[in-house]
């Protein structure tokens, strides 16, 4: 009685003052504890019953199977698995049950499978254990075949819980069509009301990119949402990059939805607002941390996205606070810390940080080694990075390419382009980052014939396809040989390629046709490019014309830029000054200075400064003798000496004014007239 009431610890009183305790006893007591979640005690009472000579019934054989696996006992489940296999037990179907899902939560999938085989008998509870098992695990594959088996060799229907499996599996294999294959069998089945079931198919459009089915279904098929129905949609949204869809989403859960976030959400929530740069936004989520008492120091999960956050809105004190905070942080954690450092020009904090994580018997991985070798590459410190190199060798981490290609790049970075060479050609296995890598490192060091010759090794080789970053890396190298023809030789190859349709190419090929003298074929590639345009497209051909003596049309190109909806940046105005520069465009370049600091709240940088100065320079410094009576441009020289903080020269140009020599026009606003 008390058992089945759940007062587990009255019904344990009452068995302890029973003196002679039988079969029935010792079961309601372990059904009791086992029901309960009682799981350690509930192995203690089994093996008191064996040894009492008393053998467990069906139900308590289960729950003390149950018990191995919710504590992660292979050894004590073993043993009652030879005690099932001994007793000829293996007809029993629910004892067969919970021995496969035993193994699956310890991690065994082998030893499930294997019972899963052996077993004369099976219900659909079998298997969906492993169907589910497969699922959780990320073999996809072996459960979707396991389904097309139930299916073709036993008269089974698949039940709520095999779809869950199969909702899973779709979205681990992010396979779109077999999940809207089940999806709309489940609408057809009348289904989908089902919360759990509607809420895996959130889940499963959320983790093969499909937000907008997500969404649909989260927002028509769900009459109710659980928690956890909002947080798929979230983390649909967060990893697939809709940060701000995912911010939105999470002031409606917390504002309308009136459920209580858990660290689940929290942790989904922060990513968004950290690749957004939104510093303010990740404060206000670690105040909601507070309030809501979740707590970082013992969250691993959640304490390592608020490192993370930080890091990425360069708040480096902030983060490094939160970390101090973490109780034992695990190789991740230690990894983002490093990251923040890196992104936030506090390199020489990598190796430190790395040595400490090592005293605290944390073992690094390849992403920890990846984040070091950038360390030292930002650093240009050579030795550190060749003591890395060693540490690597000693540790096995030589086998992932990604930490060669970092090594290959740290190399690079420290200007020892035969170091790089050497370990480049000692690689047994390249992917395309590699070739890449070596490309570009060739091409930044001016070394573009090396850079064509590597490139045909890797046609040769024909085993990596050439992507967006090689074309551009080629496209940089031709820029500079051939003769001045290079950006018509890489044309035609990005064409043969089919790659001269993406944004970043076609911008590339611009450039190398500028930088060659071929303006009008550059002009041609940008007036076929249409939509394929952004803004670095039309800051490419500015600058294209201006390099080119084409002062005239990079004010045409500058209107019509404005005119097609696209904001001019700052790298916009660079070239629009420089254009005017080197075309004696002093007026103009008067205009798009004020026009970027006034209409657009650009402040100038020392790009924007040097502009200026050559354009002045250009003219002689005779603005006064050319335009005696205009007061623009010694208001223009004055506000530049000042925000170069010589505030000597500027009070002399202001002078000028207090003596009366020149008179600055009355400005006027509309709420004069």
């Not at 090794?457 to 074309?471: A, F, I």
């Not at 940008?526 to 670095?536: N, V």
């Amino acid at each position: 009685m008390y058992s089945k009431l759940s007062r587990i610890q009255d019904a344990f009183r009452v068995f302890e003052e029973i003196p002679i305790r039988d079969y029935t006893t010792y079961n309601s007591l372990m059904c009791g504890f086992g029901s309960n979640g009682f799981y350690e005690e509930a192995v203690v009472i089994f093996d008191q019953m064996l040894e009492s000579d008393f053998f467990p019934n069906v139900a308590s054989i289960s729950y003390a199977i149950r018990a191995c696996g919710e504590l992660g006992s292979l050894d004590r489940g073993s043993l009652i698995h030879d005690c099932v296999i001994k007793n000829g037990l293996y007809s029993d179907v629910p004892i067969v049950n919970s021995l496969i899902s035993m193994y699956i939560k310890v991690g065994r999938l082998d030893l499930g499978r294997q019972v899963f085989d052996d077993t004369p008998k099976k219900d659909i509870i079998s298997w969906n254990s492993m169907i589910t098992g497969y699922a959780r695990s990320g073999y996809w594959v072996e459960a979707f075949e396991l389904y097309i088996s139930m299916r073709k060799f036993e008269n089974l229907d698949p039940s709520r819980v095999t779809f869950l499996g199969l909702a899973l599996a779709c979205g681990q294999a992010h396979n779109l069509d077999l999940g809207k294959t089940i999806h709309g069998y489940l609408i057809r089945s009348g289904l989908m009301s089902d919360v759990r079931l509607g809420t895996s198919i959130v889940d499963m459009y959320s983790k093969c990119g499909a937000v907008k089915f997500a969404r649909s279904v989260f927002e028509e098929d769900l009459p109710e949402k659980s928690l956890i129905s909002w947080n798929s949609l979230l983390a649909g949204y967060s990893q697939n990059g809709y940060n701000h869809e995912a911010v939105l989403l999470f002031q409606q859960m917390f504002v309308d939805a009136n459920l209580k976030l858990d660290a689940f959400t929290i942790a989904n929530v922060v990513p968004a607002y950290a690749n957004s740069a939104d510093l303010q936004g990740v404060r206000s989520i670690h105040s909601i941390i507070v309030k809501n008492g979740l707590e970082l120091d013992g969250d691993i999960v959640l304490g390592t996205a608020m490192v993370d956050a930080y890091g990425k809105c360069s708040d480096i004190e902030a983060a490094t606070s939160v970390f101090n905070c973490i109780q034992n942080p695990s190789a991740v954690t230690w990894n983002v810390m490093i990251s923040g450092y890196v992104l936030n020009r506090h390199a020489e904090q990598g190796i430190p940080l790395f040595l400490e994580m090592l005293n605290s018997n944390v073992f690094p991985d390849s992403i920890t080694m990846v984040m070091l070798f950038q360390s030292c590459g930002e650093l240009g410190s050579l030795k550190q990075g060749s003591m890395l190199h060693g540490y690597c060798l000693s540790k096995g981490f030589d086998s992932h390419a990604t930490v060669n290609n970092a090594m290959i790049d740290m190399y690079i970075r420290c200007g020892c382009m035969k170091s790089s060479q050497v370990l480049f050609n000692s690689m047994p296995h390249k992917n395309v980052v590699t070739w890449n890598t070596m490309l570009g490192g060739y091409v930044k060091r001016g070394h573009s014939a090396m850079a064509l010759k590597l490139f045909l090794c890797m046609q040769l080789e024909n085993m990596h396809k050439p992507d967006l970053v090689t074309m551009i890396s080629i496209i940089q190298a031709c820029t500079y040989i051939s003769g001045g023809r290079g950006g018509e030789m890489v044309h035609g190859f990005a064409l043969k390629l089919g790659l001269d349709s993406d944004t970043l190419v076609a911008n590339s090929l611009v450039d190398a046709y500028a930088k060659n003298g071929l303006i009008i074929e550059a002009r041609s590639l940008f007036d076929q490019m249409d939509r394929l345009r952004d803004q670095s497209s039309w800051n490419v051909m500015i600058a294209a014309c201006g390099v080119n003596g084409k002062g005239e049309e990079t004010s045409s190109l500058f209107l019509q830029m404005e005119e097609d909806g696209f904001e001019p940046n700052s790298i916009t105005f660079v070239s629009l000054l420089s254009s005017c520069s080197h075309s004696g465009m002093i007026n103009e370049g008067c205009h798009y200075f004020d026009l970027m600091v006034s209409k657009y709240g650009i402040q100038p940088s020392l790009e924007h400064l040097t502009c200026i100065i050559d354009m002045f320079g250009r003219a002689g410094e005779q603005l006064s003798r050319s335009a005696p009576d205009k007061c623009g441009y010694h208001t223009l020289l004055s506000n530049l000496y000042a925000s170069g903080s010589k505030w000597d020269e500027a009070a002399k140009v202001r002078k000028i004014f207090e003596d009366g020599k020149l008179t600055k026009k009355r400005g006027w606003s509309l709420a004069m007239m």
